[in-house]
């Protein structure tokens, strides 16, 4: 049984571009939340997805938009790449009020 | 926007020694986490508590929620060096379903 997979695992990115990460939840699961890690810091809170609808919202610009598919699958889409955007951002799944499983991460570099 | 302050931040101590890490705030969530997270690796779950005033025990680590549930602890006793990694400990919001609320991480070093 296939954890959380998240792709890519790392990419490098310049100021102004945009970028698209993602996740494939866990076998079961029907609930996508993102979260950034910056370095040195513990993950915030982006946005969850449930039903293909954006569900919870955490302090992050318009910049940062997301989807989630039929199948449950999500991605993260950052537009206008700030410096200040490179951190590992996290995918986790869960059923919509259970635990959270945790992918490896994408470490997103924007020089 | 709810806080969760950690501390220390960073605590680098000797094999066998024991230690507390504390997660702080002015906020009740309706339950609590802890979280390990290796290098290149997401975090990963190690407890959930509930009620105030709980204590879970794993092994050689020992956690509580405190009684007004706004606060935590988490001690290790005789620490090895595979305690080593960043806690994390993260509180669920009542209002929330699922939004979790992330304190800044405790960046534990054993040395043998």
């Known amino acids: 049984d296939a954890g959380v997979t998240q792709s890519p695992t790392h990419l490098i990115k310049t100021r102004g571009q945009q970028v698209t990460l993602r996740c494939s939840p866990k076998s079961g699961h029907d609930t996508v939340s993102w979260y950034q890690q910056a370095l040195g810091q513990g993950p915030q809170f982006i946005f969850q997805?449930?039903?293909?609808?954006?569900?919870q919202r955490g302090n992050f610009p318009d910049r940062f938009s997301g989807h989630q598919f039929p199948n449950y699958s999500s991605e993260l889409n950052v537009n206008a790449l700030l410096l200040g955007d490179s951190a590992l951002y996290l995918c986790a799944s869960s059923l919509y009020t259970g635990e959270l499983f945790f992918g490896e991460g994408s470490r997103l570099t924007v020089l | 926007t709810q806080l969760l302050e950690q501390s220390p931040q960073f605590l680098s101590i000797q094999e066998g020694e024991n230690l507390t890490v504390y997660c702080n705030s002015s906020s009740v969530f309706s339950s609590l986490q802890w979280y390990r997270q290796e290098p290149g690796e997401g975090p990963v779950l190690l407890v959930t508590?509930?009620?105030?005033?709980e204590v879970k025990k794993l092994k050689r680590l020992t956690f509580q929620f405190g009684d007004a549930r706004k606060d935590s602890s988490l001690h290790i006793t005789a620490a090895q060096p595979g305690d080593t990694g960043l806690y994390l400990c993260?509180?669920?919001?009542?209002?929330?379903?699922?939004?979790?609320?992330f304190g800044q991480g405790t960046r534990l070093t054993i040395n043998p």
């Open positions: 997805y449930y039903e293909e609808e954006e569900r």
């Open positions: 508590v509930v009620t105030g005033g």
């Open positions: 993260a509180g669920r919001e009542i209002q929330g379903a699922q939004k979790l609320v």
